[in-house]
């Protein structure tokens, strides 16, 4: 069970779209729709951002949204904001009960 | 609300057992939909799942620290425990308990606590 694939840093102007990757195997990301991903602000625990590869928890904003396509998941954030300053994690079921999370993605607001 | 809260020894030593126990505020274990689990993220790293367990007392763990790893449950005390064995300074970590909902994601997380493995 290794970690999935993420792009250590993403970029982006406030107001731009960025979209971070995540890239698994059809052990996990390929077969389950079970994606989640998650913000992370310094000294904060994780927050879930995204369900189910593409489904939003109450309370957080529409301008985060995950898609899946085969072993690669994605999570777009639209009118980038300072506030989204952070590091994000997606986590895909692995099967037999287990979960893998990814190598996590450093989100810069210039 | 519901609210998780972590505890424990701060600094253990290389080959001893690293314990920590969660405590479930808001919710009855017994009478929720949750899975309770633990995640770790070592300094400069990300996140790992360590692993989950229903209050029934089925466990599920990362097939890489299986064989040190025991999460059990004192639903009396509305509380989940983490035990790591053999530890190394590999398994210093911030750790975080949590809980697995109906969104079938990690809903809710405690604020974390800092172990550090050393002599």
């Known amino acids: 069970q290794s970690a999935l694939t993420q792009p250590a840093s993403v970029s982006g102007s406030p107001g731009q779209s960025i979209t971070i990757s995540c890239t698994g195997t059809s052990s996990d990301v390929g077969s389950y729709k079970v994606v989640s991903w998650y913000q992370k602000h310094p000294g904060k625990a994780p927050k879930l951002m995204i369900y189910e590869g593409s489904e939003r928890p109450s309370g957080v904003s529409n301008r985060f949204s995950g898609s899946k396509s085969g072993n690669t998941a994605s999570l777009t954030i639209s009118g980038l904001q300072t506030e989204d300053e952070a590091d994000y994690y997606c986590c895909s079921y692995a099967g037999s009960s287990t979960y893998v999370f990814g190598t996590g993605t450093k989100v810069t607001v210039l | 609300h519901l609210q998780l809260q972590e505890s424990g020894p701060g600094l253990v030593k290389p080959s001893e057992t690293l314990s920590l126990t969660c405590t479930v505020s808001g919710v009855s274990m017994r009478s929720s939909n949750y899975y309770w689990g633990w995640i770790r993220q070592p300094p400069g790293k990300g996140l790992e799942w360590i692993g989950n367990l229903h209050y029934t007392g089925s466990t599920y763990y990362n097939p890489s620290l299986k064989s040190r790893v025991t999460i059990s449950v004192d639903t009396s005390k509305n509380q989940f425990s983490l035990r790591l064995s053999s530890v190394t300074a590999a398994d210093t970590a911030l750790y975080y308990c949590?809980?697995?909902?109906?969104?079938?994601?990690?809903?809710?997380w405690g604020q974390g606590t800092m172990v550090t493995v050393s002599s």
């Open positions: 949590a809980g697995f909902g109906d969104y079938d994601a990690f809903d809710i």
